[in-house]
């Protein structure tokens, strides 16, 4: 009988994120039944009744591959990266959050002590009149009770621990996952230790099917619901603010195809260092002002551009949290 | 101990960085706190450099290109001012302080207004104190 060959250990673990991620190794849909046969799933939260114990029971690089999706927010986060990081022979960053931050990374705009303010104390629908707040250890009868440390900077995945690879996107586009998967299944030759994998390299103007002029002038910035659109030219050129000039391709042109500008969760394009100063760089380019006064005037109507140039990669960038 | 602060001035080839080197050729005297990038146009400068700098512990950044209608490649100029407006923007919502970015014109033959720009921005960061974006980075959890 032919021997046969072992299957691969498989984790999945989400940290600070929406659940997006998992929701997307979900969409395999049928090919589930090659990944199953391919692998066993040792470890996933959100789909298979695993405890954190069996990881610490596990010996080291004992799962073959962990997609880990999530930023880091607090002490759990870091732990479980961290125990994962010991347990996989791969570690994999899946999706915005654990690749740059993602849309969790936004809270670097606060401190934790405003954040615990807002949510514990101000908010319309908050009664809090003792002014309790999370503690991370409560005695009661029966012992100690703990809660993790709710940190002051939301992190990626690789300002904690060392990744092997990163697949973007918010969430990765299903079919990215399926090929990279497949790539390591066939023992095919995996690219070199902190490639951003299952995405391509050029930006998304590169291969967009908008039609595009030469002459790209910005007069004015719309909000997407203040135009039309007409559903084939650039949007940048209607002068909806799209992250496609720096972001990298991969994601099938999902939100293009979809009528809505690219927000840039596949993060930037290699060699940039910082996502959002490159946007800006490329969008003052084709603003059509030349004097001071006019320039501001078109720029008024970017009313958040640290939100909107690092929505996805703020604890990424240069300045990754807002200087008090 | 007083505080001398570190500015990092990027300076066009054509008109800044020549207008820096009259300014030492007529030995003319300024202060010694500006560390001066040359590059070929200030359309050259990105954001990015501007970020690093302030990153990498500078307390204030310079800018100084060909006035407008004088670049020497017709309209690097402006793209640095829409980037200078546009960078204002952002580094006043992340909390840095809009005087430690500027932007001013140098002409190759203004060496005196070089020196006083530099005497001048130099006075401003020094008012304002150290730059804290460092420091904030480093911190973590």
Not at chain 1, 129 to 154: C, M, W
Request: aromatic residues 8%; hydrophobic residues 35%.
């Amino acid at each position: 009988m032919e021997e046969q060959k072992p299957k691969l250990k498989m984790a999945v673990y989400w940290a600070a994120a929406c659940g997006g991620c998992c929701v997307s190794v979900l969409d395999v849909h049928e090919k589930l039944f090659d990944v199953v046969a391919a692998a066993d799933l040792v470890f996933w939260p959100v789909a298979l009744d695993t405890k954190y114990q069996d990881v610490e029971d596990m010996p080291d690089k004992n799962i073959d591959i962990t997609l880990f999706n999530g930023a880091v927010r607090n002490s759990e986060n870091e732990h479980m990266a961290n125990l994962l990081r010991q347990k996989s022979e791969i570690l994999v960053a899946y999706g915005s959050c654990s690749h740059m931050g993602g849309i969790p990374g936004l809270a670097n705009f606060s401190t934790k002590e405003e954040l615990f303010q807002r949510v514990y104390k101000e908010s319309e629908s908050t009664v809090n009149a003792g002014n309790v707040r999370p503690q991370t250890e409560y005695k009661v009868e029966e012992g100690i009770l703990e809660l993790p440390e709710f940190y002051n900077d939301v992190r990626a995945l690789a300002d904690v621990t060392d990744v092997d690879y990163f697949i973007p996107g918010c969430p990765p586009q299903t079919e990215r996952l399926v090929e990279v998967f497949m790539a390591i299944v066939t023992g095919a030759e995996l690219p070199p230790k902190g490639s951003v994998i299952g995405a391509g390299t050029k930006a998304q103007c590169d291969e967009c099917i908008r039609k595009k002029s030469d002459t790209k002038r910005i007069k004015k910035f719309h909000r997407s619901w203040e135009v039309e659109d007409d559903g084939e030219t650039c949007f940048m050129e209607q002068g909806i603010l799209c992250m496609g000039p720096t972001t990298r391709t991969g994601c099938d042109y999902r939100c293009i195809n979809g009528n809505a500008p690219c927000r840039g969760c596949y993060g930037p394009t290699p060699d940039v260092s910082d996502p959002g100063a490159k946007m800006m760089s490329a969008i003052a380019s084709i603003i059509e002002e030349k004097e001071s006064a006019d320039i501001d005037r078109v720029l008024e109507d970017l009313v958040d551009p640290a939100g909107s140039f690092y929505r996805y990669s703020l604890p990424v960038s240069y300045v990754r949290r807002t200087v008090s | 101990m007083e505080f001398n602060p570190k500015i990092i001035a990027f300076l066009c080839k054509w008109c800044s960085y020549t207008g820096a080197d009259l300014a030492g050729t007529s030995r003319m005297e300024y202060k010694p706190n500006v560390r001066a990038i040359r590059v070929m146009c200030s359309g050259r400068i990105e954001p990015t450099f501007v970020l690093r700098a302030l990153r990498k512990g500078a307390d204030g950044v310079l800018i100084c290109g060909c006035h407008p209608g004088d670049c020497h490649y017709q309209e690097g100029n402006y793209r640095c001012l829409r980037r200078y407006h546009l960078l204002q923007k952002y580094i006043q919502q992340m909390g840095i302080e809009s005087e430690r970015l500027k932007l001013e014109w140098i002409s190759a033959s203004e060496g005196k207004q070089y020196a006083e720009l530099i005497n001048s921005f130099t006075q401003t960061i020094t008012e304002l104190g150290p730059c804290h974006v460092k420091e904030t980075m480093e911190v973590l959890t």
